[in-house]
């Protein structure tokens, strides 16, 4: 694989898998002293679709000092590991062996924190159309801890907006205490539309193989990101 060629990305099929091994493929240093990393695959998710990135650190094998990872983004198909080697002064400079194994490591609680985040956000889309809001359409959506919110497109009217708070809050958590196991799989266009209620966003190309994030037997939706294992791992939703 060269430097060019797109990073695997294994969170995709493999979401609650928090180790793996990877190929170190380039490396950048930018002006703020921290390098950037590029594997051939990796399990750290990087930031976008509303999602926070991972954190973790990578262990260069035959490297002393393992890398900590502070950031993870994504540009033109290519995943940028952006972080610190660690105990290290400010001359150091790593002999960082293209072509070398690699080990990499998820931060365990934030990853579930961003996960349990992120699956709020879609049971409130199954919720709506049982407390009789499934006018609404869904928009942009940001999961990230400092306070995570979902946008719809709509109106409900003033007088009925606290009880519908209320019945949304209910319904959730009614919801997380039955459970539901959370599938992810990747579909040609054509069934997962089907799969999704009949139709994709308009930002899904067609053609394109999506990738479908189910809760139960609910509706799916197209989505990048990570998720829990089952809903119950939500524990509990404040609307």
Not at 28 to 56: C, E, F, N, V, W
Request: aromatic letters at 8%.
């Amino acid at each position: 694989m060269n430097e060019k060629s797109p990073t695997k990305l294994e969170y995709y099929d493999h979401m609650w898998k928090l180790q793996s091994t990877a190929t170190l493929i380039s490396h950048i240093k930018g002006d703020d002293g921290r390098y950037g990393l590029i594997l051939d695959r990796t399990i750290l998710y990087p930031q976008g679709g509303g999602q926070p990135s991972d954190t973790g650190f990578i262990h260069i094998h035959g490297l002393e000092n393992k890398f900590v990872v502070h950031d993870v983004r994504f540009k033109d198909g290519i995943v940028f590991h952006y972080g610190l080697f660690e105990n290290v002064g400010g001359e150091f400079e790593p002999l960082l062996e293209i072509g070398k194994e690699v080990s990499v490591f998820v931060d365990e609680p934030r990853r579930k924190l961003n996960s349990r985040l992120h699956s709020a956000g879609h049971l409130l889309d199954i919720c709506l159309p049982r407390i009789g809001l499934d006018h609404l359409e869904p928009g942009k959506a940001y999961h990230f801890p400092d306070g995570p919110w979902v946008e719809y497109k709509g109106t409900i009217p003033p007088n009925e907006m606290q009880n519908k708070q209320k019945d949304l809050e209910l319904e959730a958590n009614t919801l997380i205490s039955v459970g539901g196991k959370v599938s992810v799989h990747i579909f040609p266009y054509d069934e997962a539309a089907k799969l999704c209620g009949g139709c994709l966003p308009d930002y899904i190309p067609k053609g394109s193989t999506p990738r479908i994030v189910s809760i139960g037997d609910n509706p799916g939706c197209p989505c990048g990101g990570t998720h829990v294992v089952d809903i119950s791992d939500i524990i509990k939703i404040k609307v």
